[in-house]
């Protein structure tokens, strides 16, 4: 590998509100009250003995003189790869060298205020490295050395965090939710990861909004007929129950008419593709079944958040509002909340007809029970998000279990492994899938909570007001409430969980999320678990593998 040239002025490489290179600045210049945000990284070295080491900042450093801390710190160069500046610096400051390099925390970003106003503002990736041998510190960066134990060093910060530099109090408790052993640190060092190999300011790779998913979206016409077939067969059962009945599943039909992405019965056809069966009419009614399941809860979901708007058309609640008998008029609203929750009902019990279609035997069993898995998960996920968004403690971890159930396993996880399971799969492709799913629905859902604020509405066919008047923790907003100055926490509270918000406030919270590098940060980690998706799938047989590498793209990277 040839080593990318540092300029003799050392620099800094500044990003904008997204994480996309925005100039460079001398590194002298840059850490004052007013900190542009900018990249950088820490690192967290082990050595073959487990054990950790610490290293006491230099006293004439600009921020945090003769603080004790991680590793080593550094800014990447432009052009210059992480992997490449991560060697540069510890070799600078310490003497050493990796033998083992991984990307841990690619999504880190802090800010922190100094006594005297000076600020650390930076996106900075986490990573770790396995060396041999001890350091040999340049005194100018580095005045003490000293090894210690993960185990210590995890006490240390929880209970002793002024002893150690606040950005590393913070990254031990990220690092200790993936590593609770020394062993696990040399799993994290053993990743490696596209971004370490990444020049900085290069473009990316991936675009994935533009990717042509006609072929990822194979056998959709199958699905789509049969889908409207058992809408329409049904909605004339109830209506010779009682033509009055017809306003609920005229409803229905006219959500399920109005199309939409399609992703949950992609999945199912794609899981099933992944295990080499050949497709038949029990994929096209498992795929259909979880699509009406979808439409069930939509309707439920805009009931919840009050949406007025969905897939360009009226919410269900809404179009029912006009089906209101005459005497009803001052309820009206009411009267169409309470019967879009029976539509959803309705839709929720066709769905579970419609996927014993699928017949008998211990493969549509081994279906039926991620069907039931997947309903459980994602009504536990809902309530969830609706705690949450009462919650002003609310947390990270929590942010991410309701991304994981409400989401992720709703949308792919469950629905690829229900598929595979019709065909037979293996255990081992059953994980792979999982990893893969997971990965994805959680890119999925960071992508929805983007677009969710920042999405164009003619595009989404959603207001981008709705989550904000719904108070909704998105993993964005805890962030960007967690990174965000005094001025910027203010401009989000006040339009948090405010019904009456309008596009001015909203356009305030807008800006102060971007500023708080938040926006940046979540990108950061769409961008890494799309790799890690696609890296799980890397043995699934090619012709399924490339239709999912697809899907990955479009649901990090969509723009609907």
Known sequence: MTATVVPDVEHVVLIDGSGRTAGTAPKQTVHTRDTPFHLAFSCYVVDGDGRVLLTRRAPTKRTWPSTWSNACCGHPQLGETLREAVVRRLDEELGLEPRALGV??????????????????????????????????????????????????????????????????????????????????????????????????????????????????????????????????????????????????????????????????????????ATGAVPDERVTAAAASVELLHTFALIHDDVMDRSATRRNGPSTHIALEHACPASFPPDAARFGTNAAILAGDLAHLWADELLDQVGTGPDAARA??????????????????????????????????????????????????????????????????????????????????????????????????????????????????????????????????????????????????????????????IADRHDAAVAAVAEVPERARQALVDLAAFASYRKT
Request: charged share 25%; with cysteine; aromatic share 4%.
């Open 368 to 525: 039926r029970a991620r069907f039931h898995q997947l309903r459980t998960e994602v009504i536990a996920g809902q309530y969830l998000d609706l705690r949450l968004a009462h919650e002003p403690q609310a947390t990270e971890v929590e942010a991410r279990q309701v991304a994981l159930l409400k989401t992720a396993r709703y949308t792919v996880t469950r629905p690829l492994q229900l598929g595979a399971a019709l065909g037979g799969g293996s255990e081992r492709l059953d994980a792979a899938l999982e990893v893969y799913g997971d990965a994805t629905g959680l890119a999925f859902q960071l992508r929805d909570d983007v677009l969710g604020l920042f999405g164009d509405p003619s595009t989404t066919g959603k207001s981008r007001l709705d989550d904000l008047r719904e108070g909704k923790r998105t993993l964005l907003v805890l962030r960007a409430l967690a990174l965000g100055d005094e001025d910027q926490r203010t401009a989000i509270a006040a339009a948090l969980g405010n019904p009456d918000v309008g596009e001015e406030a909203a356009a305030r919270c807008r800006e102060a999320v971007v500023a708080s590098g938040a926006l940046a940060s979540i990108e950061a980690l």
């Open 104 to 273: 841990a925390i690619p999504d880190f970003a802090y800010r922190a205020v100094m006594a005297d106003g000076t600020t650390e503002h930076e996106l900075c990736p986490v990573v770790v490295a396995v060396v041999d041998g001890e350091p040999a510190p340049d005194r100018d960066e580095v005045d003490a050395v000293a090894w210690t134990t993960w185990d210590e060093l995890r006490r240390r910060a929880a209970t002793e965090p002024r002893t150690l530099s606040p950005w590393s109090v913070r990254q031990v408790a990220g690092l200790g939710a993936l590593a609770t052993t020394a062993s696990d640190l040399f799993d994290l060092a053993a990743r490696g990861g596209r971004l370490l190999d990444q020049p900085v300011g290069a473009p990316g790779s991936v675009t994935g909004a533009g990717s042509d998913l006609r072929g990822a979206l194979a056998g959709g016409e199958a699905t789509e007929g049969r889908l409207r077939d058992f809408v329409v067969a049904k909605a004339l059962a109830v209506h010779a129950l009682d033509p009055a009945v017809t306003d609920v599943t005229t409803a229905i039909a006219a959500l399920v008419d109005r199309g939409g992405k399609r992703l949950r019965p992609a999945f199912v056809h794609w899981g099933h593709a």
